[in-house]
């Protein structure tokens, strides 16, 4: 079945650590590729997205990913984090021949400690 | 500006009940979706609306689920005798048409709880 897998469910980490968090995804089609971020007590938002062109993308507040075909993958990054940070990080998916059907991962709750 | 309004936030009901979850999405917004949220789950795909049409309902769980988009504008995600396991928060989202580079915007969701 295609889906969209993403290896930490749980991270905790300290101020000023970098994070990466991991997604995979199993379409064998184009896809385009978005990480979003819920913080706590809000709405979900676009932190980044991946369309063609360059595969390393710049989202905002310093957050990158970089989509590697070969291992169907999108890993999002920061190189210092901020207590501020602390959310819950989906990647989804969405085939470019299957419009309005994002397919999210399970999420991955990150909690920055000051 | 105003984002994707849902309502109501929270709703509690009983095993067997009918209930009717509201999107209103952002104004001029031709595609409307909903999403299903549960416990230590990813965001379950249901439904998305292109105008008042829903192109794809292959992520409605069974056929007590059903929605609807009237005036290319509002729209409604009813649940048919309401079972447990339909308890989740329910989120809805807009975009300004079903295009893969046309964000979604998300409401606040529903809560949901099925005594």
């Known amino acids: 079945a295609q889906s969209v897998s993403q290896h930490n469910h749980h991270v905790i980490l300290s101020e000023a650590a970098s994070l990466e968090l991991g997604c995979n995804y199993s379409?064998?089609?184009?896809?385009?590729l978005f990480w979003y971020v819920q913080y706590p007590g809000q709405h979900l938002q676009l932190l980044l997205k991946?369309?063609?062109?360059?595969?390393l993308v710049k989202g905002i507040k310093g957050f990158e990913a970089e989509f590697i075909k070969s291992k169907f993958s999108f890993n999002l990054r920061k190189p210092s984090v901020q207590w501020s940070d602390t959310a819950e990080y989906f990647c989804?998916?969405?085939?470019?021949?299957?419009?309005?059907?994002?397919?999210f991962g399970a999420g991955t709750q990150v909690v920055v400690t000051p | 500006g105003a984002g994707v309004s849902q309502s109501p936030s929270n709703k509690v009901t009983e095993k067997g009940k009918d209930v009717e979850l509201r999107c209103d999405p952002i104004?001029?917004?031709?595609?409307l979706y909903w999403y299903r949220q549960s416990l230590g789950q990813g965001l379950e795909f249901l439904i998305y609306?292109?105008?008042?049409?829903?192109?794809?309902k292959s992520g409605l769980p069974s056929d007590r689920f059903s929605a609807e988009r009237t005036g290319g504008s509002v729209s409604t995600l009813t649940i048919q005798r309401t079972q447990q396991e339909d308890s989740a928060v329910y989120l809805c989202?807009?975009?300004?048409?079903?295009?893969?580079?046309?964000?979604?915007?998300f409401g606040n969701g529903t809560r949901l709880t099925v005594t």
């Open positions: 989202a807009s975009s300004l048409e079903a295009a893969v580079n046309s964000p979604l915007h």
């Open positions: 104004s001029g917004h031709t595609a």
């Open positions: 609306f292109q105008g008042n049409s829903a192109p794809d």
């Open positions: 989804a998916v969405i085939l470019t021949d299957s419009w309005g059907k994002l397919q």
């Open positions: 991946y369309f063609s062109g360059d595969p």
């Open positions: 379409y064998g089609g184009t896809v385009n």
